[in-house]
Protein backbone atom coordinates (compact mmCIF):
# COMPACT_ATOMS: atom_id res chain seq x y z
CA UNK A 1 0.00 0.00 0.00
CA UNK A 2 2.76 2.65 1.03
CA UNK A 3 4.41 1.31 -2.77
CA UNK A 4 1.60 3.02 -4.71
CA UNK A 5 0.95 6.04 -2.63
CA UNK A 6 4.90 6.79 -3.17
CA UNK A 7 4.50 6.33 -7.27
CA UNK A 8 3.96 9.56 -9.08
CA UNK A 9 1.76 9.75 -11.58
CA UNK A 10 3.61 9.85 -15.01
CA UNK A 11 2.83 13.82 -16.42
CA UNK A 12 1.53 14.83 -19.94
CA UNK A 13 4.53 16.72 -22.01
CA UNK A 14 3.06 19.28 -23.07
CA UNK A 15 4.05 21.88 -26.96
CA UNK A 16 4.38 25.26 -24.98
CA UNK A 17 4.72 28.68 -27.41
CA UNK A 18 6.11 31.69 -24.95
CA UNK A 19 5.44 35.00 -26.27
CA UNK A 20 6.68 37.68 -24.95
CA UNK A 21 7.67 40.95 -25.88
CA UNK A 22 10.96 41.44 -23.84
CA UNK A 23 14.01 38.77 -25.15
CA UNK A 24 15.10 37.75 -21.42
CA UNK A 25 11.76 37.66 -19.79
CA UNK A 26 10.67 34.88 -22.93
CA UNK A 27 14.21 33.32 -22.18
CA UNK A 28 13.03 33.16 -18.29
CA UNK A 29 9.81 32.16 -19.19
CA UNK A 30 10.77 29.33 -21.38
CA UNK A 31 13.27 28.05 -18.59
CA UNK A 32 10.26 27.70 -16.14
CA UNK A 33 8.28 25.99 -18.93
CA UNK A 34 11.11 23.49 -19.87
CA UNK A 35 12.05 22.79 -16.11
CA UNK A 36 8.15 21.95 -15.15
CA UNK A 37 8.74 19.06 -18.45
CA UNK A 38 7.23 21.11 -21.05
CA UNK A 39 9.14 21.03 -24.94
CA UNK A 40 9.30 25.08 -25.34
CA UNK A 41 8.04 25.29 -29.08
CA UNK A 42 8.14 28.84 -31.63
CA UNK A 43 5.24 31.19 -31.49
CA UNK A 44 4.47 29.86 -35.07
CA UNK A 45 5.07 26.50 -34.26
CA UNK A 46 2.28 23.82 -33.30
CA UNK A 47 1.60 24.38 -29.63
CA UNK A 48 -0.87 22.76 -27.44
CA UNK A 49 -0.69 25.84 -24.72
CA UNK A 50 0.39 29.76 -25.59
CA UNK A 51 2.22 31.04 -22.89
CA UNK A 52 1.88 34.78 -23.33
CA UNK A 53 3.96 37.77 -20.84
CA UNK A 54 1.16 40.43 -20.84
CA UNK A 55 -2.04 40.05 -23.24
CA UNK A 56 -2.35 37.49 -25.49
CA UNK A 57 -1.10 38.17 -29.39
CA UNK A 58 -3.82 39.10 -31.67
CA UNK A 59 -5.49 36.64 -33.63
CA UNK A 60 -4.45 33.67 -31.34
CA UNK A 61 -6.58 31.06 -31.33
CA UNK A 62 -4.64 28.24 -29.57
CA UNK A 63 -5.21 27.93 -25.93
CA UNK A 64 -3.32 30.49 -24.15
CA UNK A 65 -2.05 31.63 -20.18
CA UNK A 66 -1.39 34.98 -19.78
CA UNK A 67 1.22 36.43 -17.08
CA UNK A 68 -0.62 39.75 -15.82
CA UNK A 69 -2.07 40.20 -19.39
CA UNK A 70 -5.53 42.09 -18.94
CA UNK A 71 -7.72 40.01 -21.27
CA UNK A 72 -10.42 37.70 -19.55
CA UNK A 73 -11.42 36.11 -22.37
CA UNK A 74 -8.53 33.76 -22.78
CA UNK A 75 -8.71 30.60 -20.86
CA UNK A 76 -5.63 31.04 -18.11
CA UNK A 77 -5.32 34.02 -16.70
CA UNK A 78 -2.06 34.61 -13.79
CA UNK A 79 -0.30 37.47 -11.79
CA UNK A 80 2.57 38.55 -13.44
CA UNK A 81 4.49 37.28 -10.84
CA UNK A 82 3.08 33.72 -10.44
CA UNK A 83 5.14 30.98 -9.19
CA UNK A 84 6.82 27.98 -11.49
CA UNK A 85 3.76 25.67 -9.69
CA UNK A 86 1.24 27.78 -10.92
CA UNK A 87 2.22 28.07 -14.34
CA UNK A 88 2.83 24.38 -14.62
CA UNK A 89 -0.74 23.99 -13.32
CA UNK A 90 -1.99 26.84 -15.21
CA UNK A 91 -0.67 25.11 -18.40
CA UNK A 92 -2.16 21.57 -17.77
CA UNK A 93 -5.49 22.97 -16.93
CA UNK A 94 -5.56 25.34 -20.10
CA UNK A 95 -4.44 22.31 -22.14
CA UNK A 96 -7.40 19.67 -20.76
CA UNK A 97 -9.76 22.83 -21.40
CA UNK A 98 -10.44 24.47 -18.31
CA UNK A 99 -10.24 27.79 -17.41
CA UNK A 100 -7.75 29.10 -14.65
CA UNK A 101 -8.18 32.40 -12.50
CA UNK A 102 -6.58 33.40 -9.52
CA UNK A 103 -8.50 32.62 -6.61
CA UNK A 104 -7.96 35.74 -4.36
CA UNK A 105 -8.47 37.96 -7.40
CA UNK A 106 -12.38 38.58 -6.98
CA UNK A 107 -14.80 37.99 -4.36
CA UNK A 108 -16.04 34.55 -4.67
CA UNK A 109 -19.46 34.00 -6.10
CA UNK A 110 -21.02 35.85 -8.91
CA UNK A 111 -21.73 39.46 -9.16
CA UNK A 112 -24.99 40.81 -8.80
CA UNK A 113 -25.76 42.35 -12.07
CA UNK A 114 -25.98 46.06 -13.13
CA UNK A 115 -28.82 47.94 -12.02
CA UNK A 116 -30.61 48.63 -15.52
CA UNK A 117 -30.26 44.63 -15.78
CA UNK A 118 -31.35 43.81 -12.09
CA UNK A 119 -34.99 43.20 -13.38
CA UNK A 120 -34.12 41.39 -16.03
CA UNK A 121 -36.59 38.55 -15.87
CA UNK A 122 -36.00 35.25 -15.37
CA UNK A 123 -36.58 32.59 -18.12
CA UNK A 124 -39.66 30.05 -17.53
CA UNK A 125 -36.90 27.26 -16.78
CA UNK A 126 -34.51 28.85 -14.58
CA UNK A 127 -38.22 29.60 -12.09
CA UNK A 128 -38.75 26.26 -12.24
CA UNK A 129 -34.99 25.32 -11.26
CA UNK A 130 -35.27 28.30 -8.60
CA UNK A 131 -38.60 26.29 -7.56
CA UNK A 132 -37.05 23.13 -7.20
CA UNK A 133 -34.18 25.01 -5.09
CA UNK A 134 -37.32 26.12 -2.50
CA UNK A 135 -37.77 22.65 -1.82
CA UNK A 136 -34.47 22.17 -0.90
CA UNK A 137 -34.20 19.71 -4.01
CA UNK A 138 -30.79 18.59 -5.05
CA UNK A 139 -29.30 18.82 -8.57
CA UNK A 140 -29.71 15.16 -9.50
CA UNK A 141 -33.40 15.73 -8.30
CA UNK A 142 -34.33 18.55 -10.00
CA UNK A 143 -32.71 16.59 -13.67
CA UNK A 144 -34.87 14.29 -13.18
CA UNK A 145 -37.53 16.47 -11.98
CA UNK A 146 -37.58 18.43 -14.97
CA UNK A 147 -36.22 15.89 -17.59
CA UNK A 148 -32.88 17.44 -18.69
CA UNK A 149 -29.18 16.52 -18.01
CA UNK A 150 -27.29 17.67 -14.86
CA UNK A 151 -25.32 19.83 -16.60
CA UNK A 152 -28.36 22.29 -17.86
CA UNK A 153 -29.40 22.17 -14.10
CA UNK A 154 -25.97 23.45 -12.80
CA UNK A 155 -25.89 26.27 -16.10
CA UNK A 156 -29.70 27.46 -14.48
CA UNK A 157 -28.54 27.59 -10.94
CA UNK A 158 -25.55 29.48 -11.97
CA UNK A 159 -27.61 31.70 -14.56
CA UNK A 160 -29.69 32.72 -11.23
CA UNK A 161 -26.82 33.17 -9.26
CA UNK A 162 -25.78 35.95 -11.71
CA UNK A 163 -29.32 37.20 -12.25
CA UNK A 164 -30.07 37.58 -8.66
CA UNK A 165 -26.50 38.27 -7.41
CA UNK A 166 -26.08 35.32 -4.57
CA UNK A 167 -23.82 33.22 -3.85
CA UNK A 168 -25.78 30.19 -2.61
CA UNK A 169 -29.01 28.32 -3.33
CA UNK A 170 -30.55 29.31 0.07
CA UNK A 171 -29.48 33.22 -0.82
CA UNK A 172 -30.70 32.85 -4.60
CA UNK A 173 -34.07 31.48 -3.04
CA UNK A 174 -34.32 34.69 -0.24
CA UNK A 175 -32.84 36.69 -2.74
CA UNK A 176 -35.52 35.96 -5.53
CA UNK A 177 -38.83 36.05 -2.92
CA UNK A 178 -37.14 39.35 -1.70
CA UNK A 179 -37.54 40.64 -5.39
CA UNK A 180 -41.03 39.47 -6.10
CA UNK A 181 -42.12 40.69 -3.22
CA UNK A 182 -40.74 44.49 -4.20
CA UNK A 183 -42.64 43.68 -7.85
CA UNK A 184 -45.72 43.06 -6.39
CA UNK A 185 -45.40 46.15 -4.06
CA UNK A 186 -44.56 48.28 -6.61
CA UNK A 187 -46.65 47.44 -9.65
Do not use: W
Not at 77 to 105: E, N, T
Not at 142 to 169: C, M, N, P, Q, Y
Request: glycine share 8%; charged share 30%; hydrophobic share 45%.
Amino acid sequence: MREAASRQVPRERLRVAVHAVDAVRRAALGRVVAEAGHLVVGAQDAADVVLADGDCPPGEARPVVTLGGADDDVPGVLPRDADASQIDAAIRAVAAGLIVRLGGAREGGFGAMRETEAHALLTPRELEVLAALAEGMTNKAIARRLDISLHTVKFHVESLFRKLGARTRTEAVAKASERRRYDTITL
